[in-house]
Antibody
Framework: EVHLVESGGGLVQPGGSLRLSCAAS????????MHWVRQSPGKGLEWVST????????GYADSVKGRFTISRDNARDSLYLQMNSLRPEDTALYYC??????????????WGPGTRVTVSS | QSVLTQPPSVSGTPGQGVIISCSGG????????VHWYQHVPGTAPRVLIY???RRPSGVPDRFSGSKSGTSASLAISGLQSEDEADYYC???????????FGTGTKVTVL
C-alpha cells in the first residue's frame, strides 16, 4: 500500500525558511514523478511544484518560482521542498502527492495527509 | 488565480444528478488530459476521474467525466449524502510548464 507522510511544517516569520519532507513507502519511489500541492485557508487546491522520476525535469508555480526548490533522494525514498523568503500568502496545508507516471502529468493517485505551514509575525 | 474555471457551488437532492463544468484553454484542457479530484475537508484529496473519463477502481460508476475542446465536465448521478465535498478539475498546462487546478466546486446534497 502506498504511504506518503509529510513533515517539517510549522510557524515561521515572514522572510524565513522551512524545509518540508515527504517520506514515501509501498511503491518504487524512483519510478514516479512527485508533486507538492497546497491549500491556503478558505481557498482551493494550488499546484506548487513537480519533479520527474530522475529529477530530469522540474517545474514550479509562478507564485513560488525563485523562492522554493524541490528535490528528491531516491535512495531514501524522500521528497523535499526547500521554502525560502516565505510570505504570509504561503500559509497553507502542503500535500505531497505521487504522479501515476514517471513524467509529470498531475494525475495524482496518492496523497499524504499534509503538513501545515503558517507564515506570520 | 487559476486558469481553469469551475462554478463555485452546485447542489441537488438525494438521487438527483449534477454536472460540474471546467473551462480552460488551448494550452491545458485542449492539449492534455483532465483529471478530477474529490476533497472532503480534513482528508487527503482522491482522484475520481483520470484521463478525461476513466474511473479508478473503487470509484462508483455514478461518477463520469468527459472532455470537449477547451472544456471538461464531471457528472454525478444518483447523488448521495457522502458525495458532499469539494471537486476540482486539473490538467497539465504546456504554456506554464506546470499543473493547474480548477477553482473548485462545492457540492451540497440538500
Amino acid at each position: 500500500e502506498v504511504h506518503l507522510v509529510e513533515s517539517g511544517g510549522g510557524l515561521v516569520q515572514p522572510g524565513g525558511s522551512l524545509r518540508l519532507s515527504c517520506a514515501a513507502s509501498g511503491f518504487n519511489f524512483d519510478d514516479y514523478a512527485m508533486h507538492w500541492v497546497r491549500q491556503s485557508p478558505g481557498k482551493g487546491l494550488e499546484w506548487v511544484s513537480t519533479i520527474t522520476w530522475k529529477s530530469g525535469n522540474i517545474g514550479y508555480a509562478d507564485s513560488v518560482k525563485g523562492r522554493f526548490t524541490i528535490s528528491r533522494d531516491n535512495a531514501r525514498d524522500s521528497l523535499y521542498l526547500q521554502m525560502n523568503s516565505l510570505r504570509p500568502e504561503d500559509t497553507a496545508l502542503y500535500y505531497c502527492a505521487k504522479d501515476k507516471l514517471g513524467v509529470s502529468t498531475i494525475w495524482l493517485d496518492s496523497w499524504g495527509p499534509g503538513t501545515r505551514v503558517t507564515v506570520s509575525s | 488565480q487559476s486558469v481553469l474555471t469551475q462554478p463555485p457551488s452546485v447542489s441537488g437532492t438525494p438521487g438527483q444528478g449534477v454536472i460540474i463544468s471546467c473551462s480552460g484553454g488551448k494550452t491545458n484542457i485542449e492539449t492534455n488530459n483532465v483529471h478530477w479530484y474529490q476533497h472532503v475537508p480534513g482528508t487527503a484529496p482522491r482522484v475520481l476521474i483520470y484521463n478525461n473519463g476513466r474511473r479508478p477502481s473503487g470509484v462508483p460508476d455514478r461518477f463520469s467525466g468527459s472532455k470537449s475542446g477547451t472544456s471538461a465536465s464531471l457528472a454525478i448521478s444518483g447523488l448521495q449524502s457522502e458525495d458532499e465535498a469539494d471537486y476540482y478539475c486539473a490538467s497539465w498546462d504546456d504554456g506554464l510548464n506546470g499543473g493547474v487546478f480548477g477553482t473548485g466546486t462545492k457540492v451540497t446534497v440538500l
